[in-house]
């Protein structure tokens, strides 16, 4: 009974090395990169290139053990899950107030701390960013905000307030 079990699940794993979800590698310039329009010093730069960008961009930077199922499942819903949420390879599509949004969301996440999530620090390391590192990605944002410059409506205000609320 038991063998006939690990024998079923053998081969289910075996099955499953074979359907694999794309991978998010696009080459070549992003001509709609945030940074194309509100450049970035280095610090930014790079805390984005090693804690964000694997989830948040066009670009994912692959482990090997990414291409063993069903551990590329679990990292390309992240990614796809991210990437929904936030794209900075797609950032200058965006309208004006979610721009705003995503900015202040941003800010947030470094305030507070919630990103990168704890299953991707939890392998890499140099993703757990310091005190400057969030700083300037903190600072860039607001940068990047006040450019924007997008005023939030009375409802949009409402919105937030509602929002915040339903976090608590
Ligand atoms: C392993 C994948 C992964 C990494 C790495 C990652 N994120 Fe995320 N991020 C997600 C997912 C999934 C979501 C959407 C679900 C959620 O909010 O938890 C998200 C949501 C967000 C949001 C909220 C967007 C919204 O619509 O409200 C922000 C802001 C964000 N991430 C910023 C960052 C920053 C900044 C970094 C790097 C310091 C980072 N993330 C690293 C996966 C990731």
Known sequence: MLKKISLGLLAILVLIQFIKPAANVSAGPQANA???KYPMNDVVKNALAVACNDC???NTKYPWYSSIQPVSWFLANHVNDGKRHLNFDEFLV???KKMDHKLEELIESQEEGWM???SYTLIHKDAILNA???KAIIDYAKEVKAAVGYV???EDLAKEKQ???GME
């Open 34 to 36: 945030i940074g194309n």
């Open 56 to 58: 948040h961009s066009n």
């Open 94 to 96: 965006y309208e004006p």
């Open 116 to 118: 990168p999530i704890s």
């Open 132 to 134: 400057d590192q969030k």
């Open 152 to 154: 939030p409506t009375a």
């Open 163 to 165: 929002r915040k609320e």
